[in-house]
């Protein structure tokens, strides 16, 4: 394998694309390639320094004339500019908008003065399901996935739903998402679970950037008929749109004292290890991969059986699937996981068992072939 200079567009927020992005940067740069990431911000998984990872900053001018900064701009002339001075192998651009056609402007300014930068486009989700085929986007961003060196998706669902809404023309690689076990893993935090369950309450979690996609309400409400049979406490991660209204549902609903509202979280770990039971009732989700670090923490899923979801969380094994928006469905599987002790350790073992198959050491030669692929390929046809 030959070591490669690497440049990563990505989101650097606390959504799952930044995440994976970040992840995976990361990981390239301990097996000894040279990695930049090209963002507006640093990225918050890059928490600490690493000897071959760079980080090159976006900056859009403003300018009165300007309703809108044109990012898309910026961030090719950044990729332009680092590709020249830090001659880089190959781009690697996560979510579609606007990243894919950024790379593929700064291809073509470079390709001008004989420079070749192949880019690789991964989809993450709601760039294919929500934003993408909007008609606003949908004409640049099908035209750039279609023009990307390379195109992988996280999931075979999301490949698939790609295909049905777009009119692409090669192939999709599914390279699914991946867990750091070395970070999500089950921690002894006892001290810590009595403090949030004194009393020995199971405990739910949600984590998510509370978007309307997400459906939080179902997440109280199946809480709330949950609670009238057994004991047990909601904690509530991240912030967004819909966070408002959840704590108004919660106030109404009467079970403000069994939610916790803790707003975004850096170490997303410590409180996975002190849970029983994750919920994701999302009305479409590509992977989910917030459910697939709880169960790396041995935590099991109640989700809805949308999407990719289907693809980490199996029925009856992992934990349950219901149908989008069937809170009372949900409520019924989680007395049935969290009634019986031994039922919730099996649910516990079997989650992790099955997180494993994602483990980063089993994901990251899959991006390093796939880059060293799609090099070649890219290469001999800009030689032909
Ligand atoms: O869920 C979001 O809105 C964030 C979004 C993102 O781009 O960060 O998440 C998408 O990508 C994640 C990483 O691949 C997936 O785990 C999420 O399932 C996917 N979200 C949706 O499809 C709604």
Same mark, same amino acid.
């Given at each position: ?12 927020t ?99 003065s ?69 970070r ?12 949030? =369950?004194?009393?020995? $309450?199971? !405990? *739910? ?5 509370? %978007?309307?996609? /997400?459906?939080? &309400?179902?997440?109280v409400?199946?809480?709330d008929?949950?609670?009238k ?5 909601l ?16 106030r109404q ?5 069994q ?71 949900? =409520?019924k599987?989680? $007395?049935? !996981? *969290? ?5 919730? %350790?099996e649910? /516990?073992?079997? &989650? ?17 072939a ?10 001999s046809?800009?030689?032909?």
């Amino acid at each position: 394998m030959i070591n490669m200079k690497i440049g990563v567009v990505c989101y650097p927020t606390y959504g799952g694309s930044g995440v994976i992005a970040t992840e995976l940067g990361k990981a390239l740069a301990r097996k000894g390639h040279d990695v930049h990431f090209i963002t507006y911000q640093e990225p918050v998984r890059l928490d600490s320094y690493y000897e071959n990872i760079y980080y090159h900053e976006v900056s859009a001018l403003d300018y009165p004339l300007f309703q809108y900064q044109p990012y898309e701009s910026a961030l090719a002339s950044k990729i332009v500019d680092v590709t020249r001075f830090e001659k880089l192998d190959i781009l690697h651009v996560h979510y579609a908008i606007p990243h894919a056609s950024s790379a593929l402007m700064a291809r073509s300014i470079l390709q001008e003065s004989g420079y070749h930068l192949p880019f690789i486009t991964t989809l993450h989700g709601t760039d294919i399901s929500l934003v993408g085929k909007d008609p606003g986007y949908k004409p640049v961003v099908e035209y750039s996935i279609n023009q990307s060196n390379g195109i992988t998706s996280v999931s075979n669902n999301l490949r698939e739903e790609t295909y049905r809404n777009f009119n692409i023309k090669k192939e999709i690689e599914v390279i699914p998402n991946f867990i750091d076990f070395s970070r999500f893993k089950k921690t002894d935090k006892e001290h810590f679970k009595k403090v949030l =369950a004194p009393n020995g $309450e199971k !405990i *739910l979690i949600h984590v998510s950037n509370f %978007r309307k996609v /997400k459906r939080v &309400a179902d997440v109280v409400k199946m809480f709330d008929l949950l609670i009238k049979k057994i004991p047990a406490k909601l904690l509530l991660v991240g912030d967004g749109p819909d966070r408002a209204n959840i704590e108004i549902l919660c106030r109404q609903l009467g079970n403000c004292e069994q939610v916790r509202f803790l707003g975004k979280q850096d170490a997303v770990e410590d409180l996975l290890a002190i849970s029983d039971l994750f919920v994701l009732p999302s009305e479409s989700e590509s992977f989910g991969l917030a459910a697939l670090e709880a169960m790396a923490c041995e935590v099991p899923v109640l989700s809805s059986n949308v999407g990719g979801i289907p693809e980490i969380n199996v029925q009856g094994v992992t934990g349950f699937l219901s149908p989008v928006g069937d809170y009372e469905d949900m =409520a019924k599987w989680a $007395e049935f !996981i *969290l009634k019986d002790d031994t039922k919730l %350790r099996e649910f /516990k073992k079997n &989650a992790y068992t099955h997180a494993r198959t994602f483990s980063i050491e089993n994901i990251l030669p899959q991006y390093e072939a796939y880059y060293e692929k799609t090099l070649q390929q890219s290469n001999s046809e800009w030689t032909i």
